[in-house]
């Protein structure tokens, strides 16, 4: 009797995770997915200069066509010192205002390619920041065709 009921559990589990399976979008099933990567840290100094990091590139190979749904952030920086902060993707760039987050904000932008994060000092801020932890990782979706 103990043996049937387990069967039946199994079966009913079985049934209910293929079920699960089924109704997943083609789209969702397959080629959703995301990667994470991570950039040395940075000396922000002063002046109107730009800081900007090693390339964010995926570590593994992300379907053509896929396009970023969100990006998730982190940054350390020394108490009290800050530094403004972008995330960028070529010529479109996101503000990040807190050292660790998520947006939407570079959704539709292809996957595959490299992130930046960039840096500047805060005005009157003089004292150079050393920026570390640079972490991203991105969320993306693939539309079949």
């Known amino acids: 009797m103990i043996a049937g009921a387990r069967a039946s559990r199994l079966a ?25 990567a991570s950039a040395p840290p940075l000396r922000i100094m002063a002046g109107d200069h730009e800081t900007v990091s090693d390339p964010l590139s995926p570590p593994v190979e992300v379907p053509n066509g896929s396009l970023i749904r969100e990006v998730i952030w982190r940054v350390q920086s020394p108490v009290g010192l800050t530094a403004q902060a972008q995330l960028c993707q070529a010529g479109d760039c996101i503000l990040l205002p807190t050292a660790r987050g998520r ?7 292809p996957a595959d390619q490299p992130l930046r994060f960039r840096f500047s000092l805060r005005p009157g801020q003089r004292r150079g920041v050393l920026v570390q ?13």
């Open 103 to 109: 947006s939407p904000g570079l959704m539709g932008l």
């Open 133 to 145: 932890g640079l972490q991203v990782i991105v969320n993306y979706e693939h539309k079949a065709p």
């Open 12 to 36: 009913r589990l079985v049934c209910a995770l293929t079920i699960g399976l089924l109704s997943l979008a083609p789209s969702q099933a397959i080629a959703d997915g995301s990667w994470a």
